[in-house]
Structures are given as C-alpha cells and as structure tokens.
C-alpha cells in the first residue's frame, strides 16, 4: 500500500487542525503558569502557516511537493521552541520524500528518523522527557516495523500507540513534569497530530476545526496584510504588481477559487477574506484578467496596477529592494557597515532604549509574543550590515533566530541573550574597533554577568515545586526560576530586588512596565533609593512593556 500526495497533504491539513482545535489543553500542560507563548499555541501557529499554502495544491499533486510546500512553509512560520523543534520534525517528509510521487510504510518511518536526527542535531542540549524522546522512540519503532508492514493504517496506529506509551514515561524522564503531575506538552501535541494524520490514512476524512466567530474587520488597504512584494533581484517574469479589494457580492464563491485562477497567471499571490472582502496581490503580466476573474466575486473601486520593471530601476539606483515579512513590508538592504543589530522587544520604552544602544532593527515580540523564523529573516535582511548580531532577549524565540541564520543572505550571529536585559548588556558591550571573535566573547561574558529579575501573574493554577499557585497572583522570578509569590506587586518588586542584590553589585536598573502608574513606580524608587542608594547606581526607566510589571538588572 502506498499514499499519494492527496492524501498526505490531507493528512498533514488534519494535523493542523487538530492541534487548533486542542492548543488551549496543550497549553495547559504547560509545567509554569507564567504568561509566554505556550506550546500549544507555538505549535498551532506554526502548522497553521502552511495550511493555506496546503490547501492550494490540486489533487494531482505528488508526494515530494506536498512535503516541500509543508516543509518550506513551516520554516518561515515556525514559532517558539515548540514550533521550531515541530518544523524540523517534519523537515525530515522533504528530505525522505525527494521525487517520490507515492510514499509507503518504510517513507514514512525514513522521514521520522531524518526529522529526529535534524531536531536533536537543532536543540544545543537536548532534554530528554520532552517533543524530542517521543519523536525519537515512535521513529525507532517505525524504523522496526516498516519493512513487515501490511498496510500503512495499521503501521501508523502502532506508531501512534508507541508515542503515547512513551508520553507516558516522560514524568518519569524529566522531574519538573513529575512534580506538576503532566505529562510534556509537546510531546502530546505530538501524538495528537500523528492521530490527527492517522485519521486520513484511514479513509476517515481531516479532521474538522472551525475558526471562532471574528469581530466585524475594520477597513483595511493593501498595505495592512501579508505582502508578497518580492526581490527586484535577477529576472523580472512579471511586470505588473497589482492590488485590489473585492467587494463581496451576495452567495459568492471562496476565495480559494480565486487564489487558484491568480496562481496559473502569475506569482506572489496573496488572498485575504473576511466576511465582507476580498484583498488581492499578485504579480501577473495581464492584470486586466486578474481584474476580470475578481469581478466575478464581487465589485472593486481603483485597482492598483505598478510596472515593476520601473521600480526595478529606481530600486538599483537606491541600492535599496522590498521584501516580505508576517507582518509588514520591510526593506532589504545591501551591506553599509561591518556590524549590525536586530533586537526582540516589545514596549515603546525598550524599543527606544535598544536604538538608542545602536539597534538597527527592533522585531516586536517577547513573551507570548513569540515572532516566527520569517520576521526576524526580514529585520536581518533589512540592516545594512555585512555581519547582523540579532538579540532574541527570550528564550523561546532562540530556536526561531538560529533558523533564520539559514536563509539571510548574509553572516549572522545569534547572542543566546534570554532576557531584555541581557540583550541591551550585550548590545552596550559591543566594541566595533575589536575582531568578530572578541567582539562576539566580550558580548557574551557581558550578558552572562547580569542577574534579571521580573515580577509577573500567574496566567492559569498551578502547583509547582510544592507551592501552589492560584491564577493571578504575583509571581516574582530570579533569573527565570520561581522565587517566591505575592499578593502585591510593589512588594514583590522590592523583596526580589533585595533577594538579587549582594556584595559586588554596583548597579541596579528596573524597568517599569506598561500596567504600572508613574505613582506606584515612583514610590519603589524611593524605597529602593533608601536602601541601597549609598551602594549602587540606581535607574528606574519606563519601559512599557506587557506582561512584566516590572523588569531587574543587577550587576
């Protein structure tokens, strides 16, 4: 028995959904209930961005293009850890897959095994109890019974049933898991996608997800969704770059139809719907017929059609080009400088004081807001250096900035900095006149040394490490680990920044956060002036950022 492509972009679209429609109990299993992008969330956006480019592709479709369309959309998409480790899971069906039009039972247990061996190889110290020692043991039993199996159903139910045997063991295999009383979360959106696969293998049809009901849109113009606008780079096979808005009329068909006409008469095609229209892009040499195709849906009013050959020229003589990100268009520039910075941050305060420090490119994002590989790919291709440092100042978001090393068209370096103020040590510590390997050690030894605290509520109950934390209550966090909770958020602030301080500290920076009234601020400065103010250089500064009321560097 073998699976064509239809069936395994059906299958791969079922994974999807399943893991949309659970993110909120994968989440949940999250061991600390601090408010981040959790695993389920991460992984649910990540497979979400190749589900559209999925369900594009025709039913004639073979294997080895379904698995690249997934593998190359799942790349730029990929967000946290959780996605990053999922993305390169399923790097392995494009490499295993190369020209395969139909794929069988030991396809399926190669793609495993080379997904399995590019995640631990992508993961500095891979720990086992999580994603990756499902991944790995359900591959090795896949690897054990291909060869005999009858049917690919039955093959995938026992691999199936070996990840959630192994689920199972992973308190077992990592303390923090056995102390909360879950299992890993990844590991169980893991087995909930491989089900959701196993569903289609068996006739039974993709598995089901209906978005929640939206909020009315507001008015929107081209400018504010995906661009397609590509490089004006080499050979231009489409003139014109044309946009519109559909109007939709009453009884309409899908837009996907619409999608699919664009994509036989040019490239960079981009279809937006919402319930009321339909927004357009697409490079095309004959925009009257992307015109005349929209009409059918709806009405429009001033369509914009530019000549990018014209812009080509004018862009070689400002040696400047436009590319794509999630979010918003970007510039693309060619190297100015030696040495360049992209930053990770979120709140107008920390934005201003990384440029300040000399950032060239600031992605919005942080906690719960965990940029995908594709936008920091477009902060790096935007900074008019030779060599781009970028400054992820999460942990979660490492993983994303490593990919995105991958696909830039120039050096990058990612500074493993985990919180904002490491990142802004690491950035006051560069030294432009020094070479790339002292520069880049003196920049590590200088983030290594700050200690960073931060006072945030807990997003959900929980139990961890014998406290029990209620939702809401404040949580005050030394160097990432729980240090005690609170009902006040003053306090806490306080306590932990007497908790941080010692002997040797010389300076003390808190960084206020947007939920904080300049009052409150005011009053901890004072005490903390009070205390420790004939020791150490005290600065309290706005920074406006969410989720943390307040951020603390000593060092």
């Not at 061991?31 to 990540?46: A, H, I, K, Q, R």
């Not at 591959?139 to 959630?164: G, L, M, R």
């Not at 923090?176 to 293998?201: H, N, Q, S």
């Not at 965990?370 to 979660?396: C, G, M, R």
């Amino acid at each position: 028995m073998t699976l064509d492509g239809k069936i395994l972009r059906d299958a791969f679209i079922s994974a999807a959904n399943c893991i949309a429609a659970n993110k909120k109990d994968i989440d949940a299993l999250n061991v600390f209930p601090v408010p981040d992008g959790d695993t389920g969330t991460n992984m649910s956006m990540t497979l979400g961005s190749a589900k559209g480019e999925l369900e594009m592709l025709g039913d004639g479709v073979s294997a080895a293009e379904v698995a690249k369309v997934m593998s190359g959309a799942l790349l730029r998409g990929a967000r946290g850890n959780s996605g990053v480790i999922t993305s390169i899971l399923f790097k392995g069906y494009d490499k295993a897959f190369k020209e395969l039009k139909e794929v069988t039972a030991v396809d399926l247990a190669r793609a495993m095994e080379l997904g399995v061996e590019r995640a631990y190889k992508a993961v500095m110290k891979p720990t086992e109890g999580t994603i990756l020692t499902v991944a790995r043991l359900s591959a090795e039993k896949a690897k054990e019974i291909c060869a005999d199996a009858e049917d690919i159903p039955t093959f995938w139910d026992q691999v199936c049933e070996e990840a959630e045997r192994v689920l199972e063991t992973t308190p077992e295999l990592l303390p923090t898991l056995k102390k909360a009383g879950v299992v890993d979360a990844g590991g169980k959106g893991f087995c909930m996608y491989m089900r959701a696969m196993g569903e289609v293998f068996h006739g039974r049809g993709i598995v089901e997800f209906k978005e929640p009901e939206a909020k009315p849109a507001e008015p929107v113009t081209i400018e504010t969704y995906a661009s397609a606008v590509g490089k004006f780079e080499g050979e231009i096979t489409f003139t014109y770059c044309t946009e519109f808005v559909v109007r939709k009329a009453e009884g309409a068909e899908s837009s996907l139809k619409l999608r699919a006409y664009l994509e036989t008469i040019g490239d960079c095609v981009v279809v937006v719907e919402d319930d009321e229209v339909i927004k357009v892009h697409v490079h095309t040499n004959n925009p009257g017929k992307a015109i005349e195709k929209a009409l059918e849906f709806g009405s429009m009013n001033l369509p914009k059609i530019e000549n990018m050959r014209y812009q080509q020229e004018a862009a070689k003589k400002s040696d400047k080009v436009t590319v794509s990100s999630a979010d918003k268009a970007y510039v693309s520039v060619p190297p100015e400088k030696p040495y360049g910075f992209v930053a990770v941050a979120a709140g107008d305060g920390i934005e201003a004081m990384f440029r300040d420090a000399g950032a060239d490119c600031i992605v919005k994002g942080g906690q719960t807001m965990n940029p995908s590989t594709q936008d920091i790919l477009a902060a790096i291709q935007a900074t008019p250096a030779e060599t781009v440092f970028v400054l992820p100042n999460n942990k979660n978001i490492i993983m994303a900035a490593e990919q995105a090393v991958k696909l830039a068209d120039r050096k990058v370096c990612v500074l493993q900095t985990r919180t904002i103020p490491q990142g802004l040590s690491a950035l006051l510590a560069f030294d432009p006149e020094t070479d790339f390997n002292t520069m880049r050690g003196e920049m590590t030894k200088a983030f290594e040394r700050v200690k960073t605290g931060q006072v945030t509520f807990a997003a959900r109950d929980s139990e961890f490490d014998g406290q029990e934390i209620h939702r809401n209550e404040i949580l005050a966090l030394d160097n990432g680990k729980l240090s005690f909770i609170e009902k006040d958020i003053s306090k806490a602030a306080y306590r932990l920044v007497k908790r941080m301080v010692d002997f040797d500290s010389e300076f003390l920076t808190v960084i206020v956060g947007e939920d904080i009234d300049d009052e409150s601020a005011e009053e901890l400065r004072a005490k903390l002036e009070e205390k420790f103010g004939a020791k150490m250089d005290i600065n309290v500064i706005r920074g406006n950022q969410p989720v943390y009321y307040y951020i603390i560097s000593v060092e």
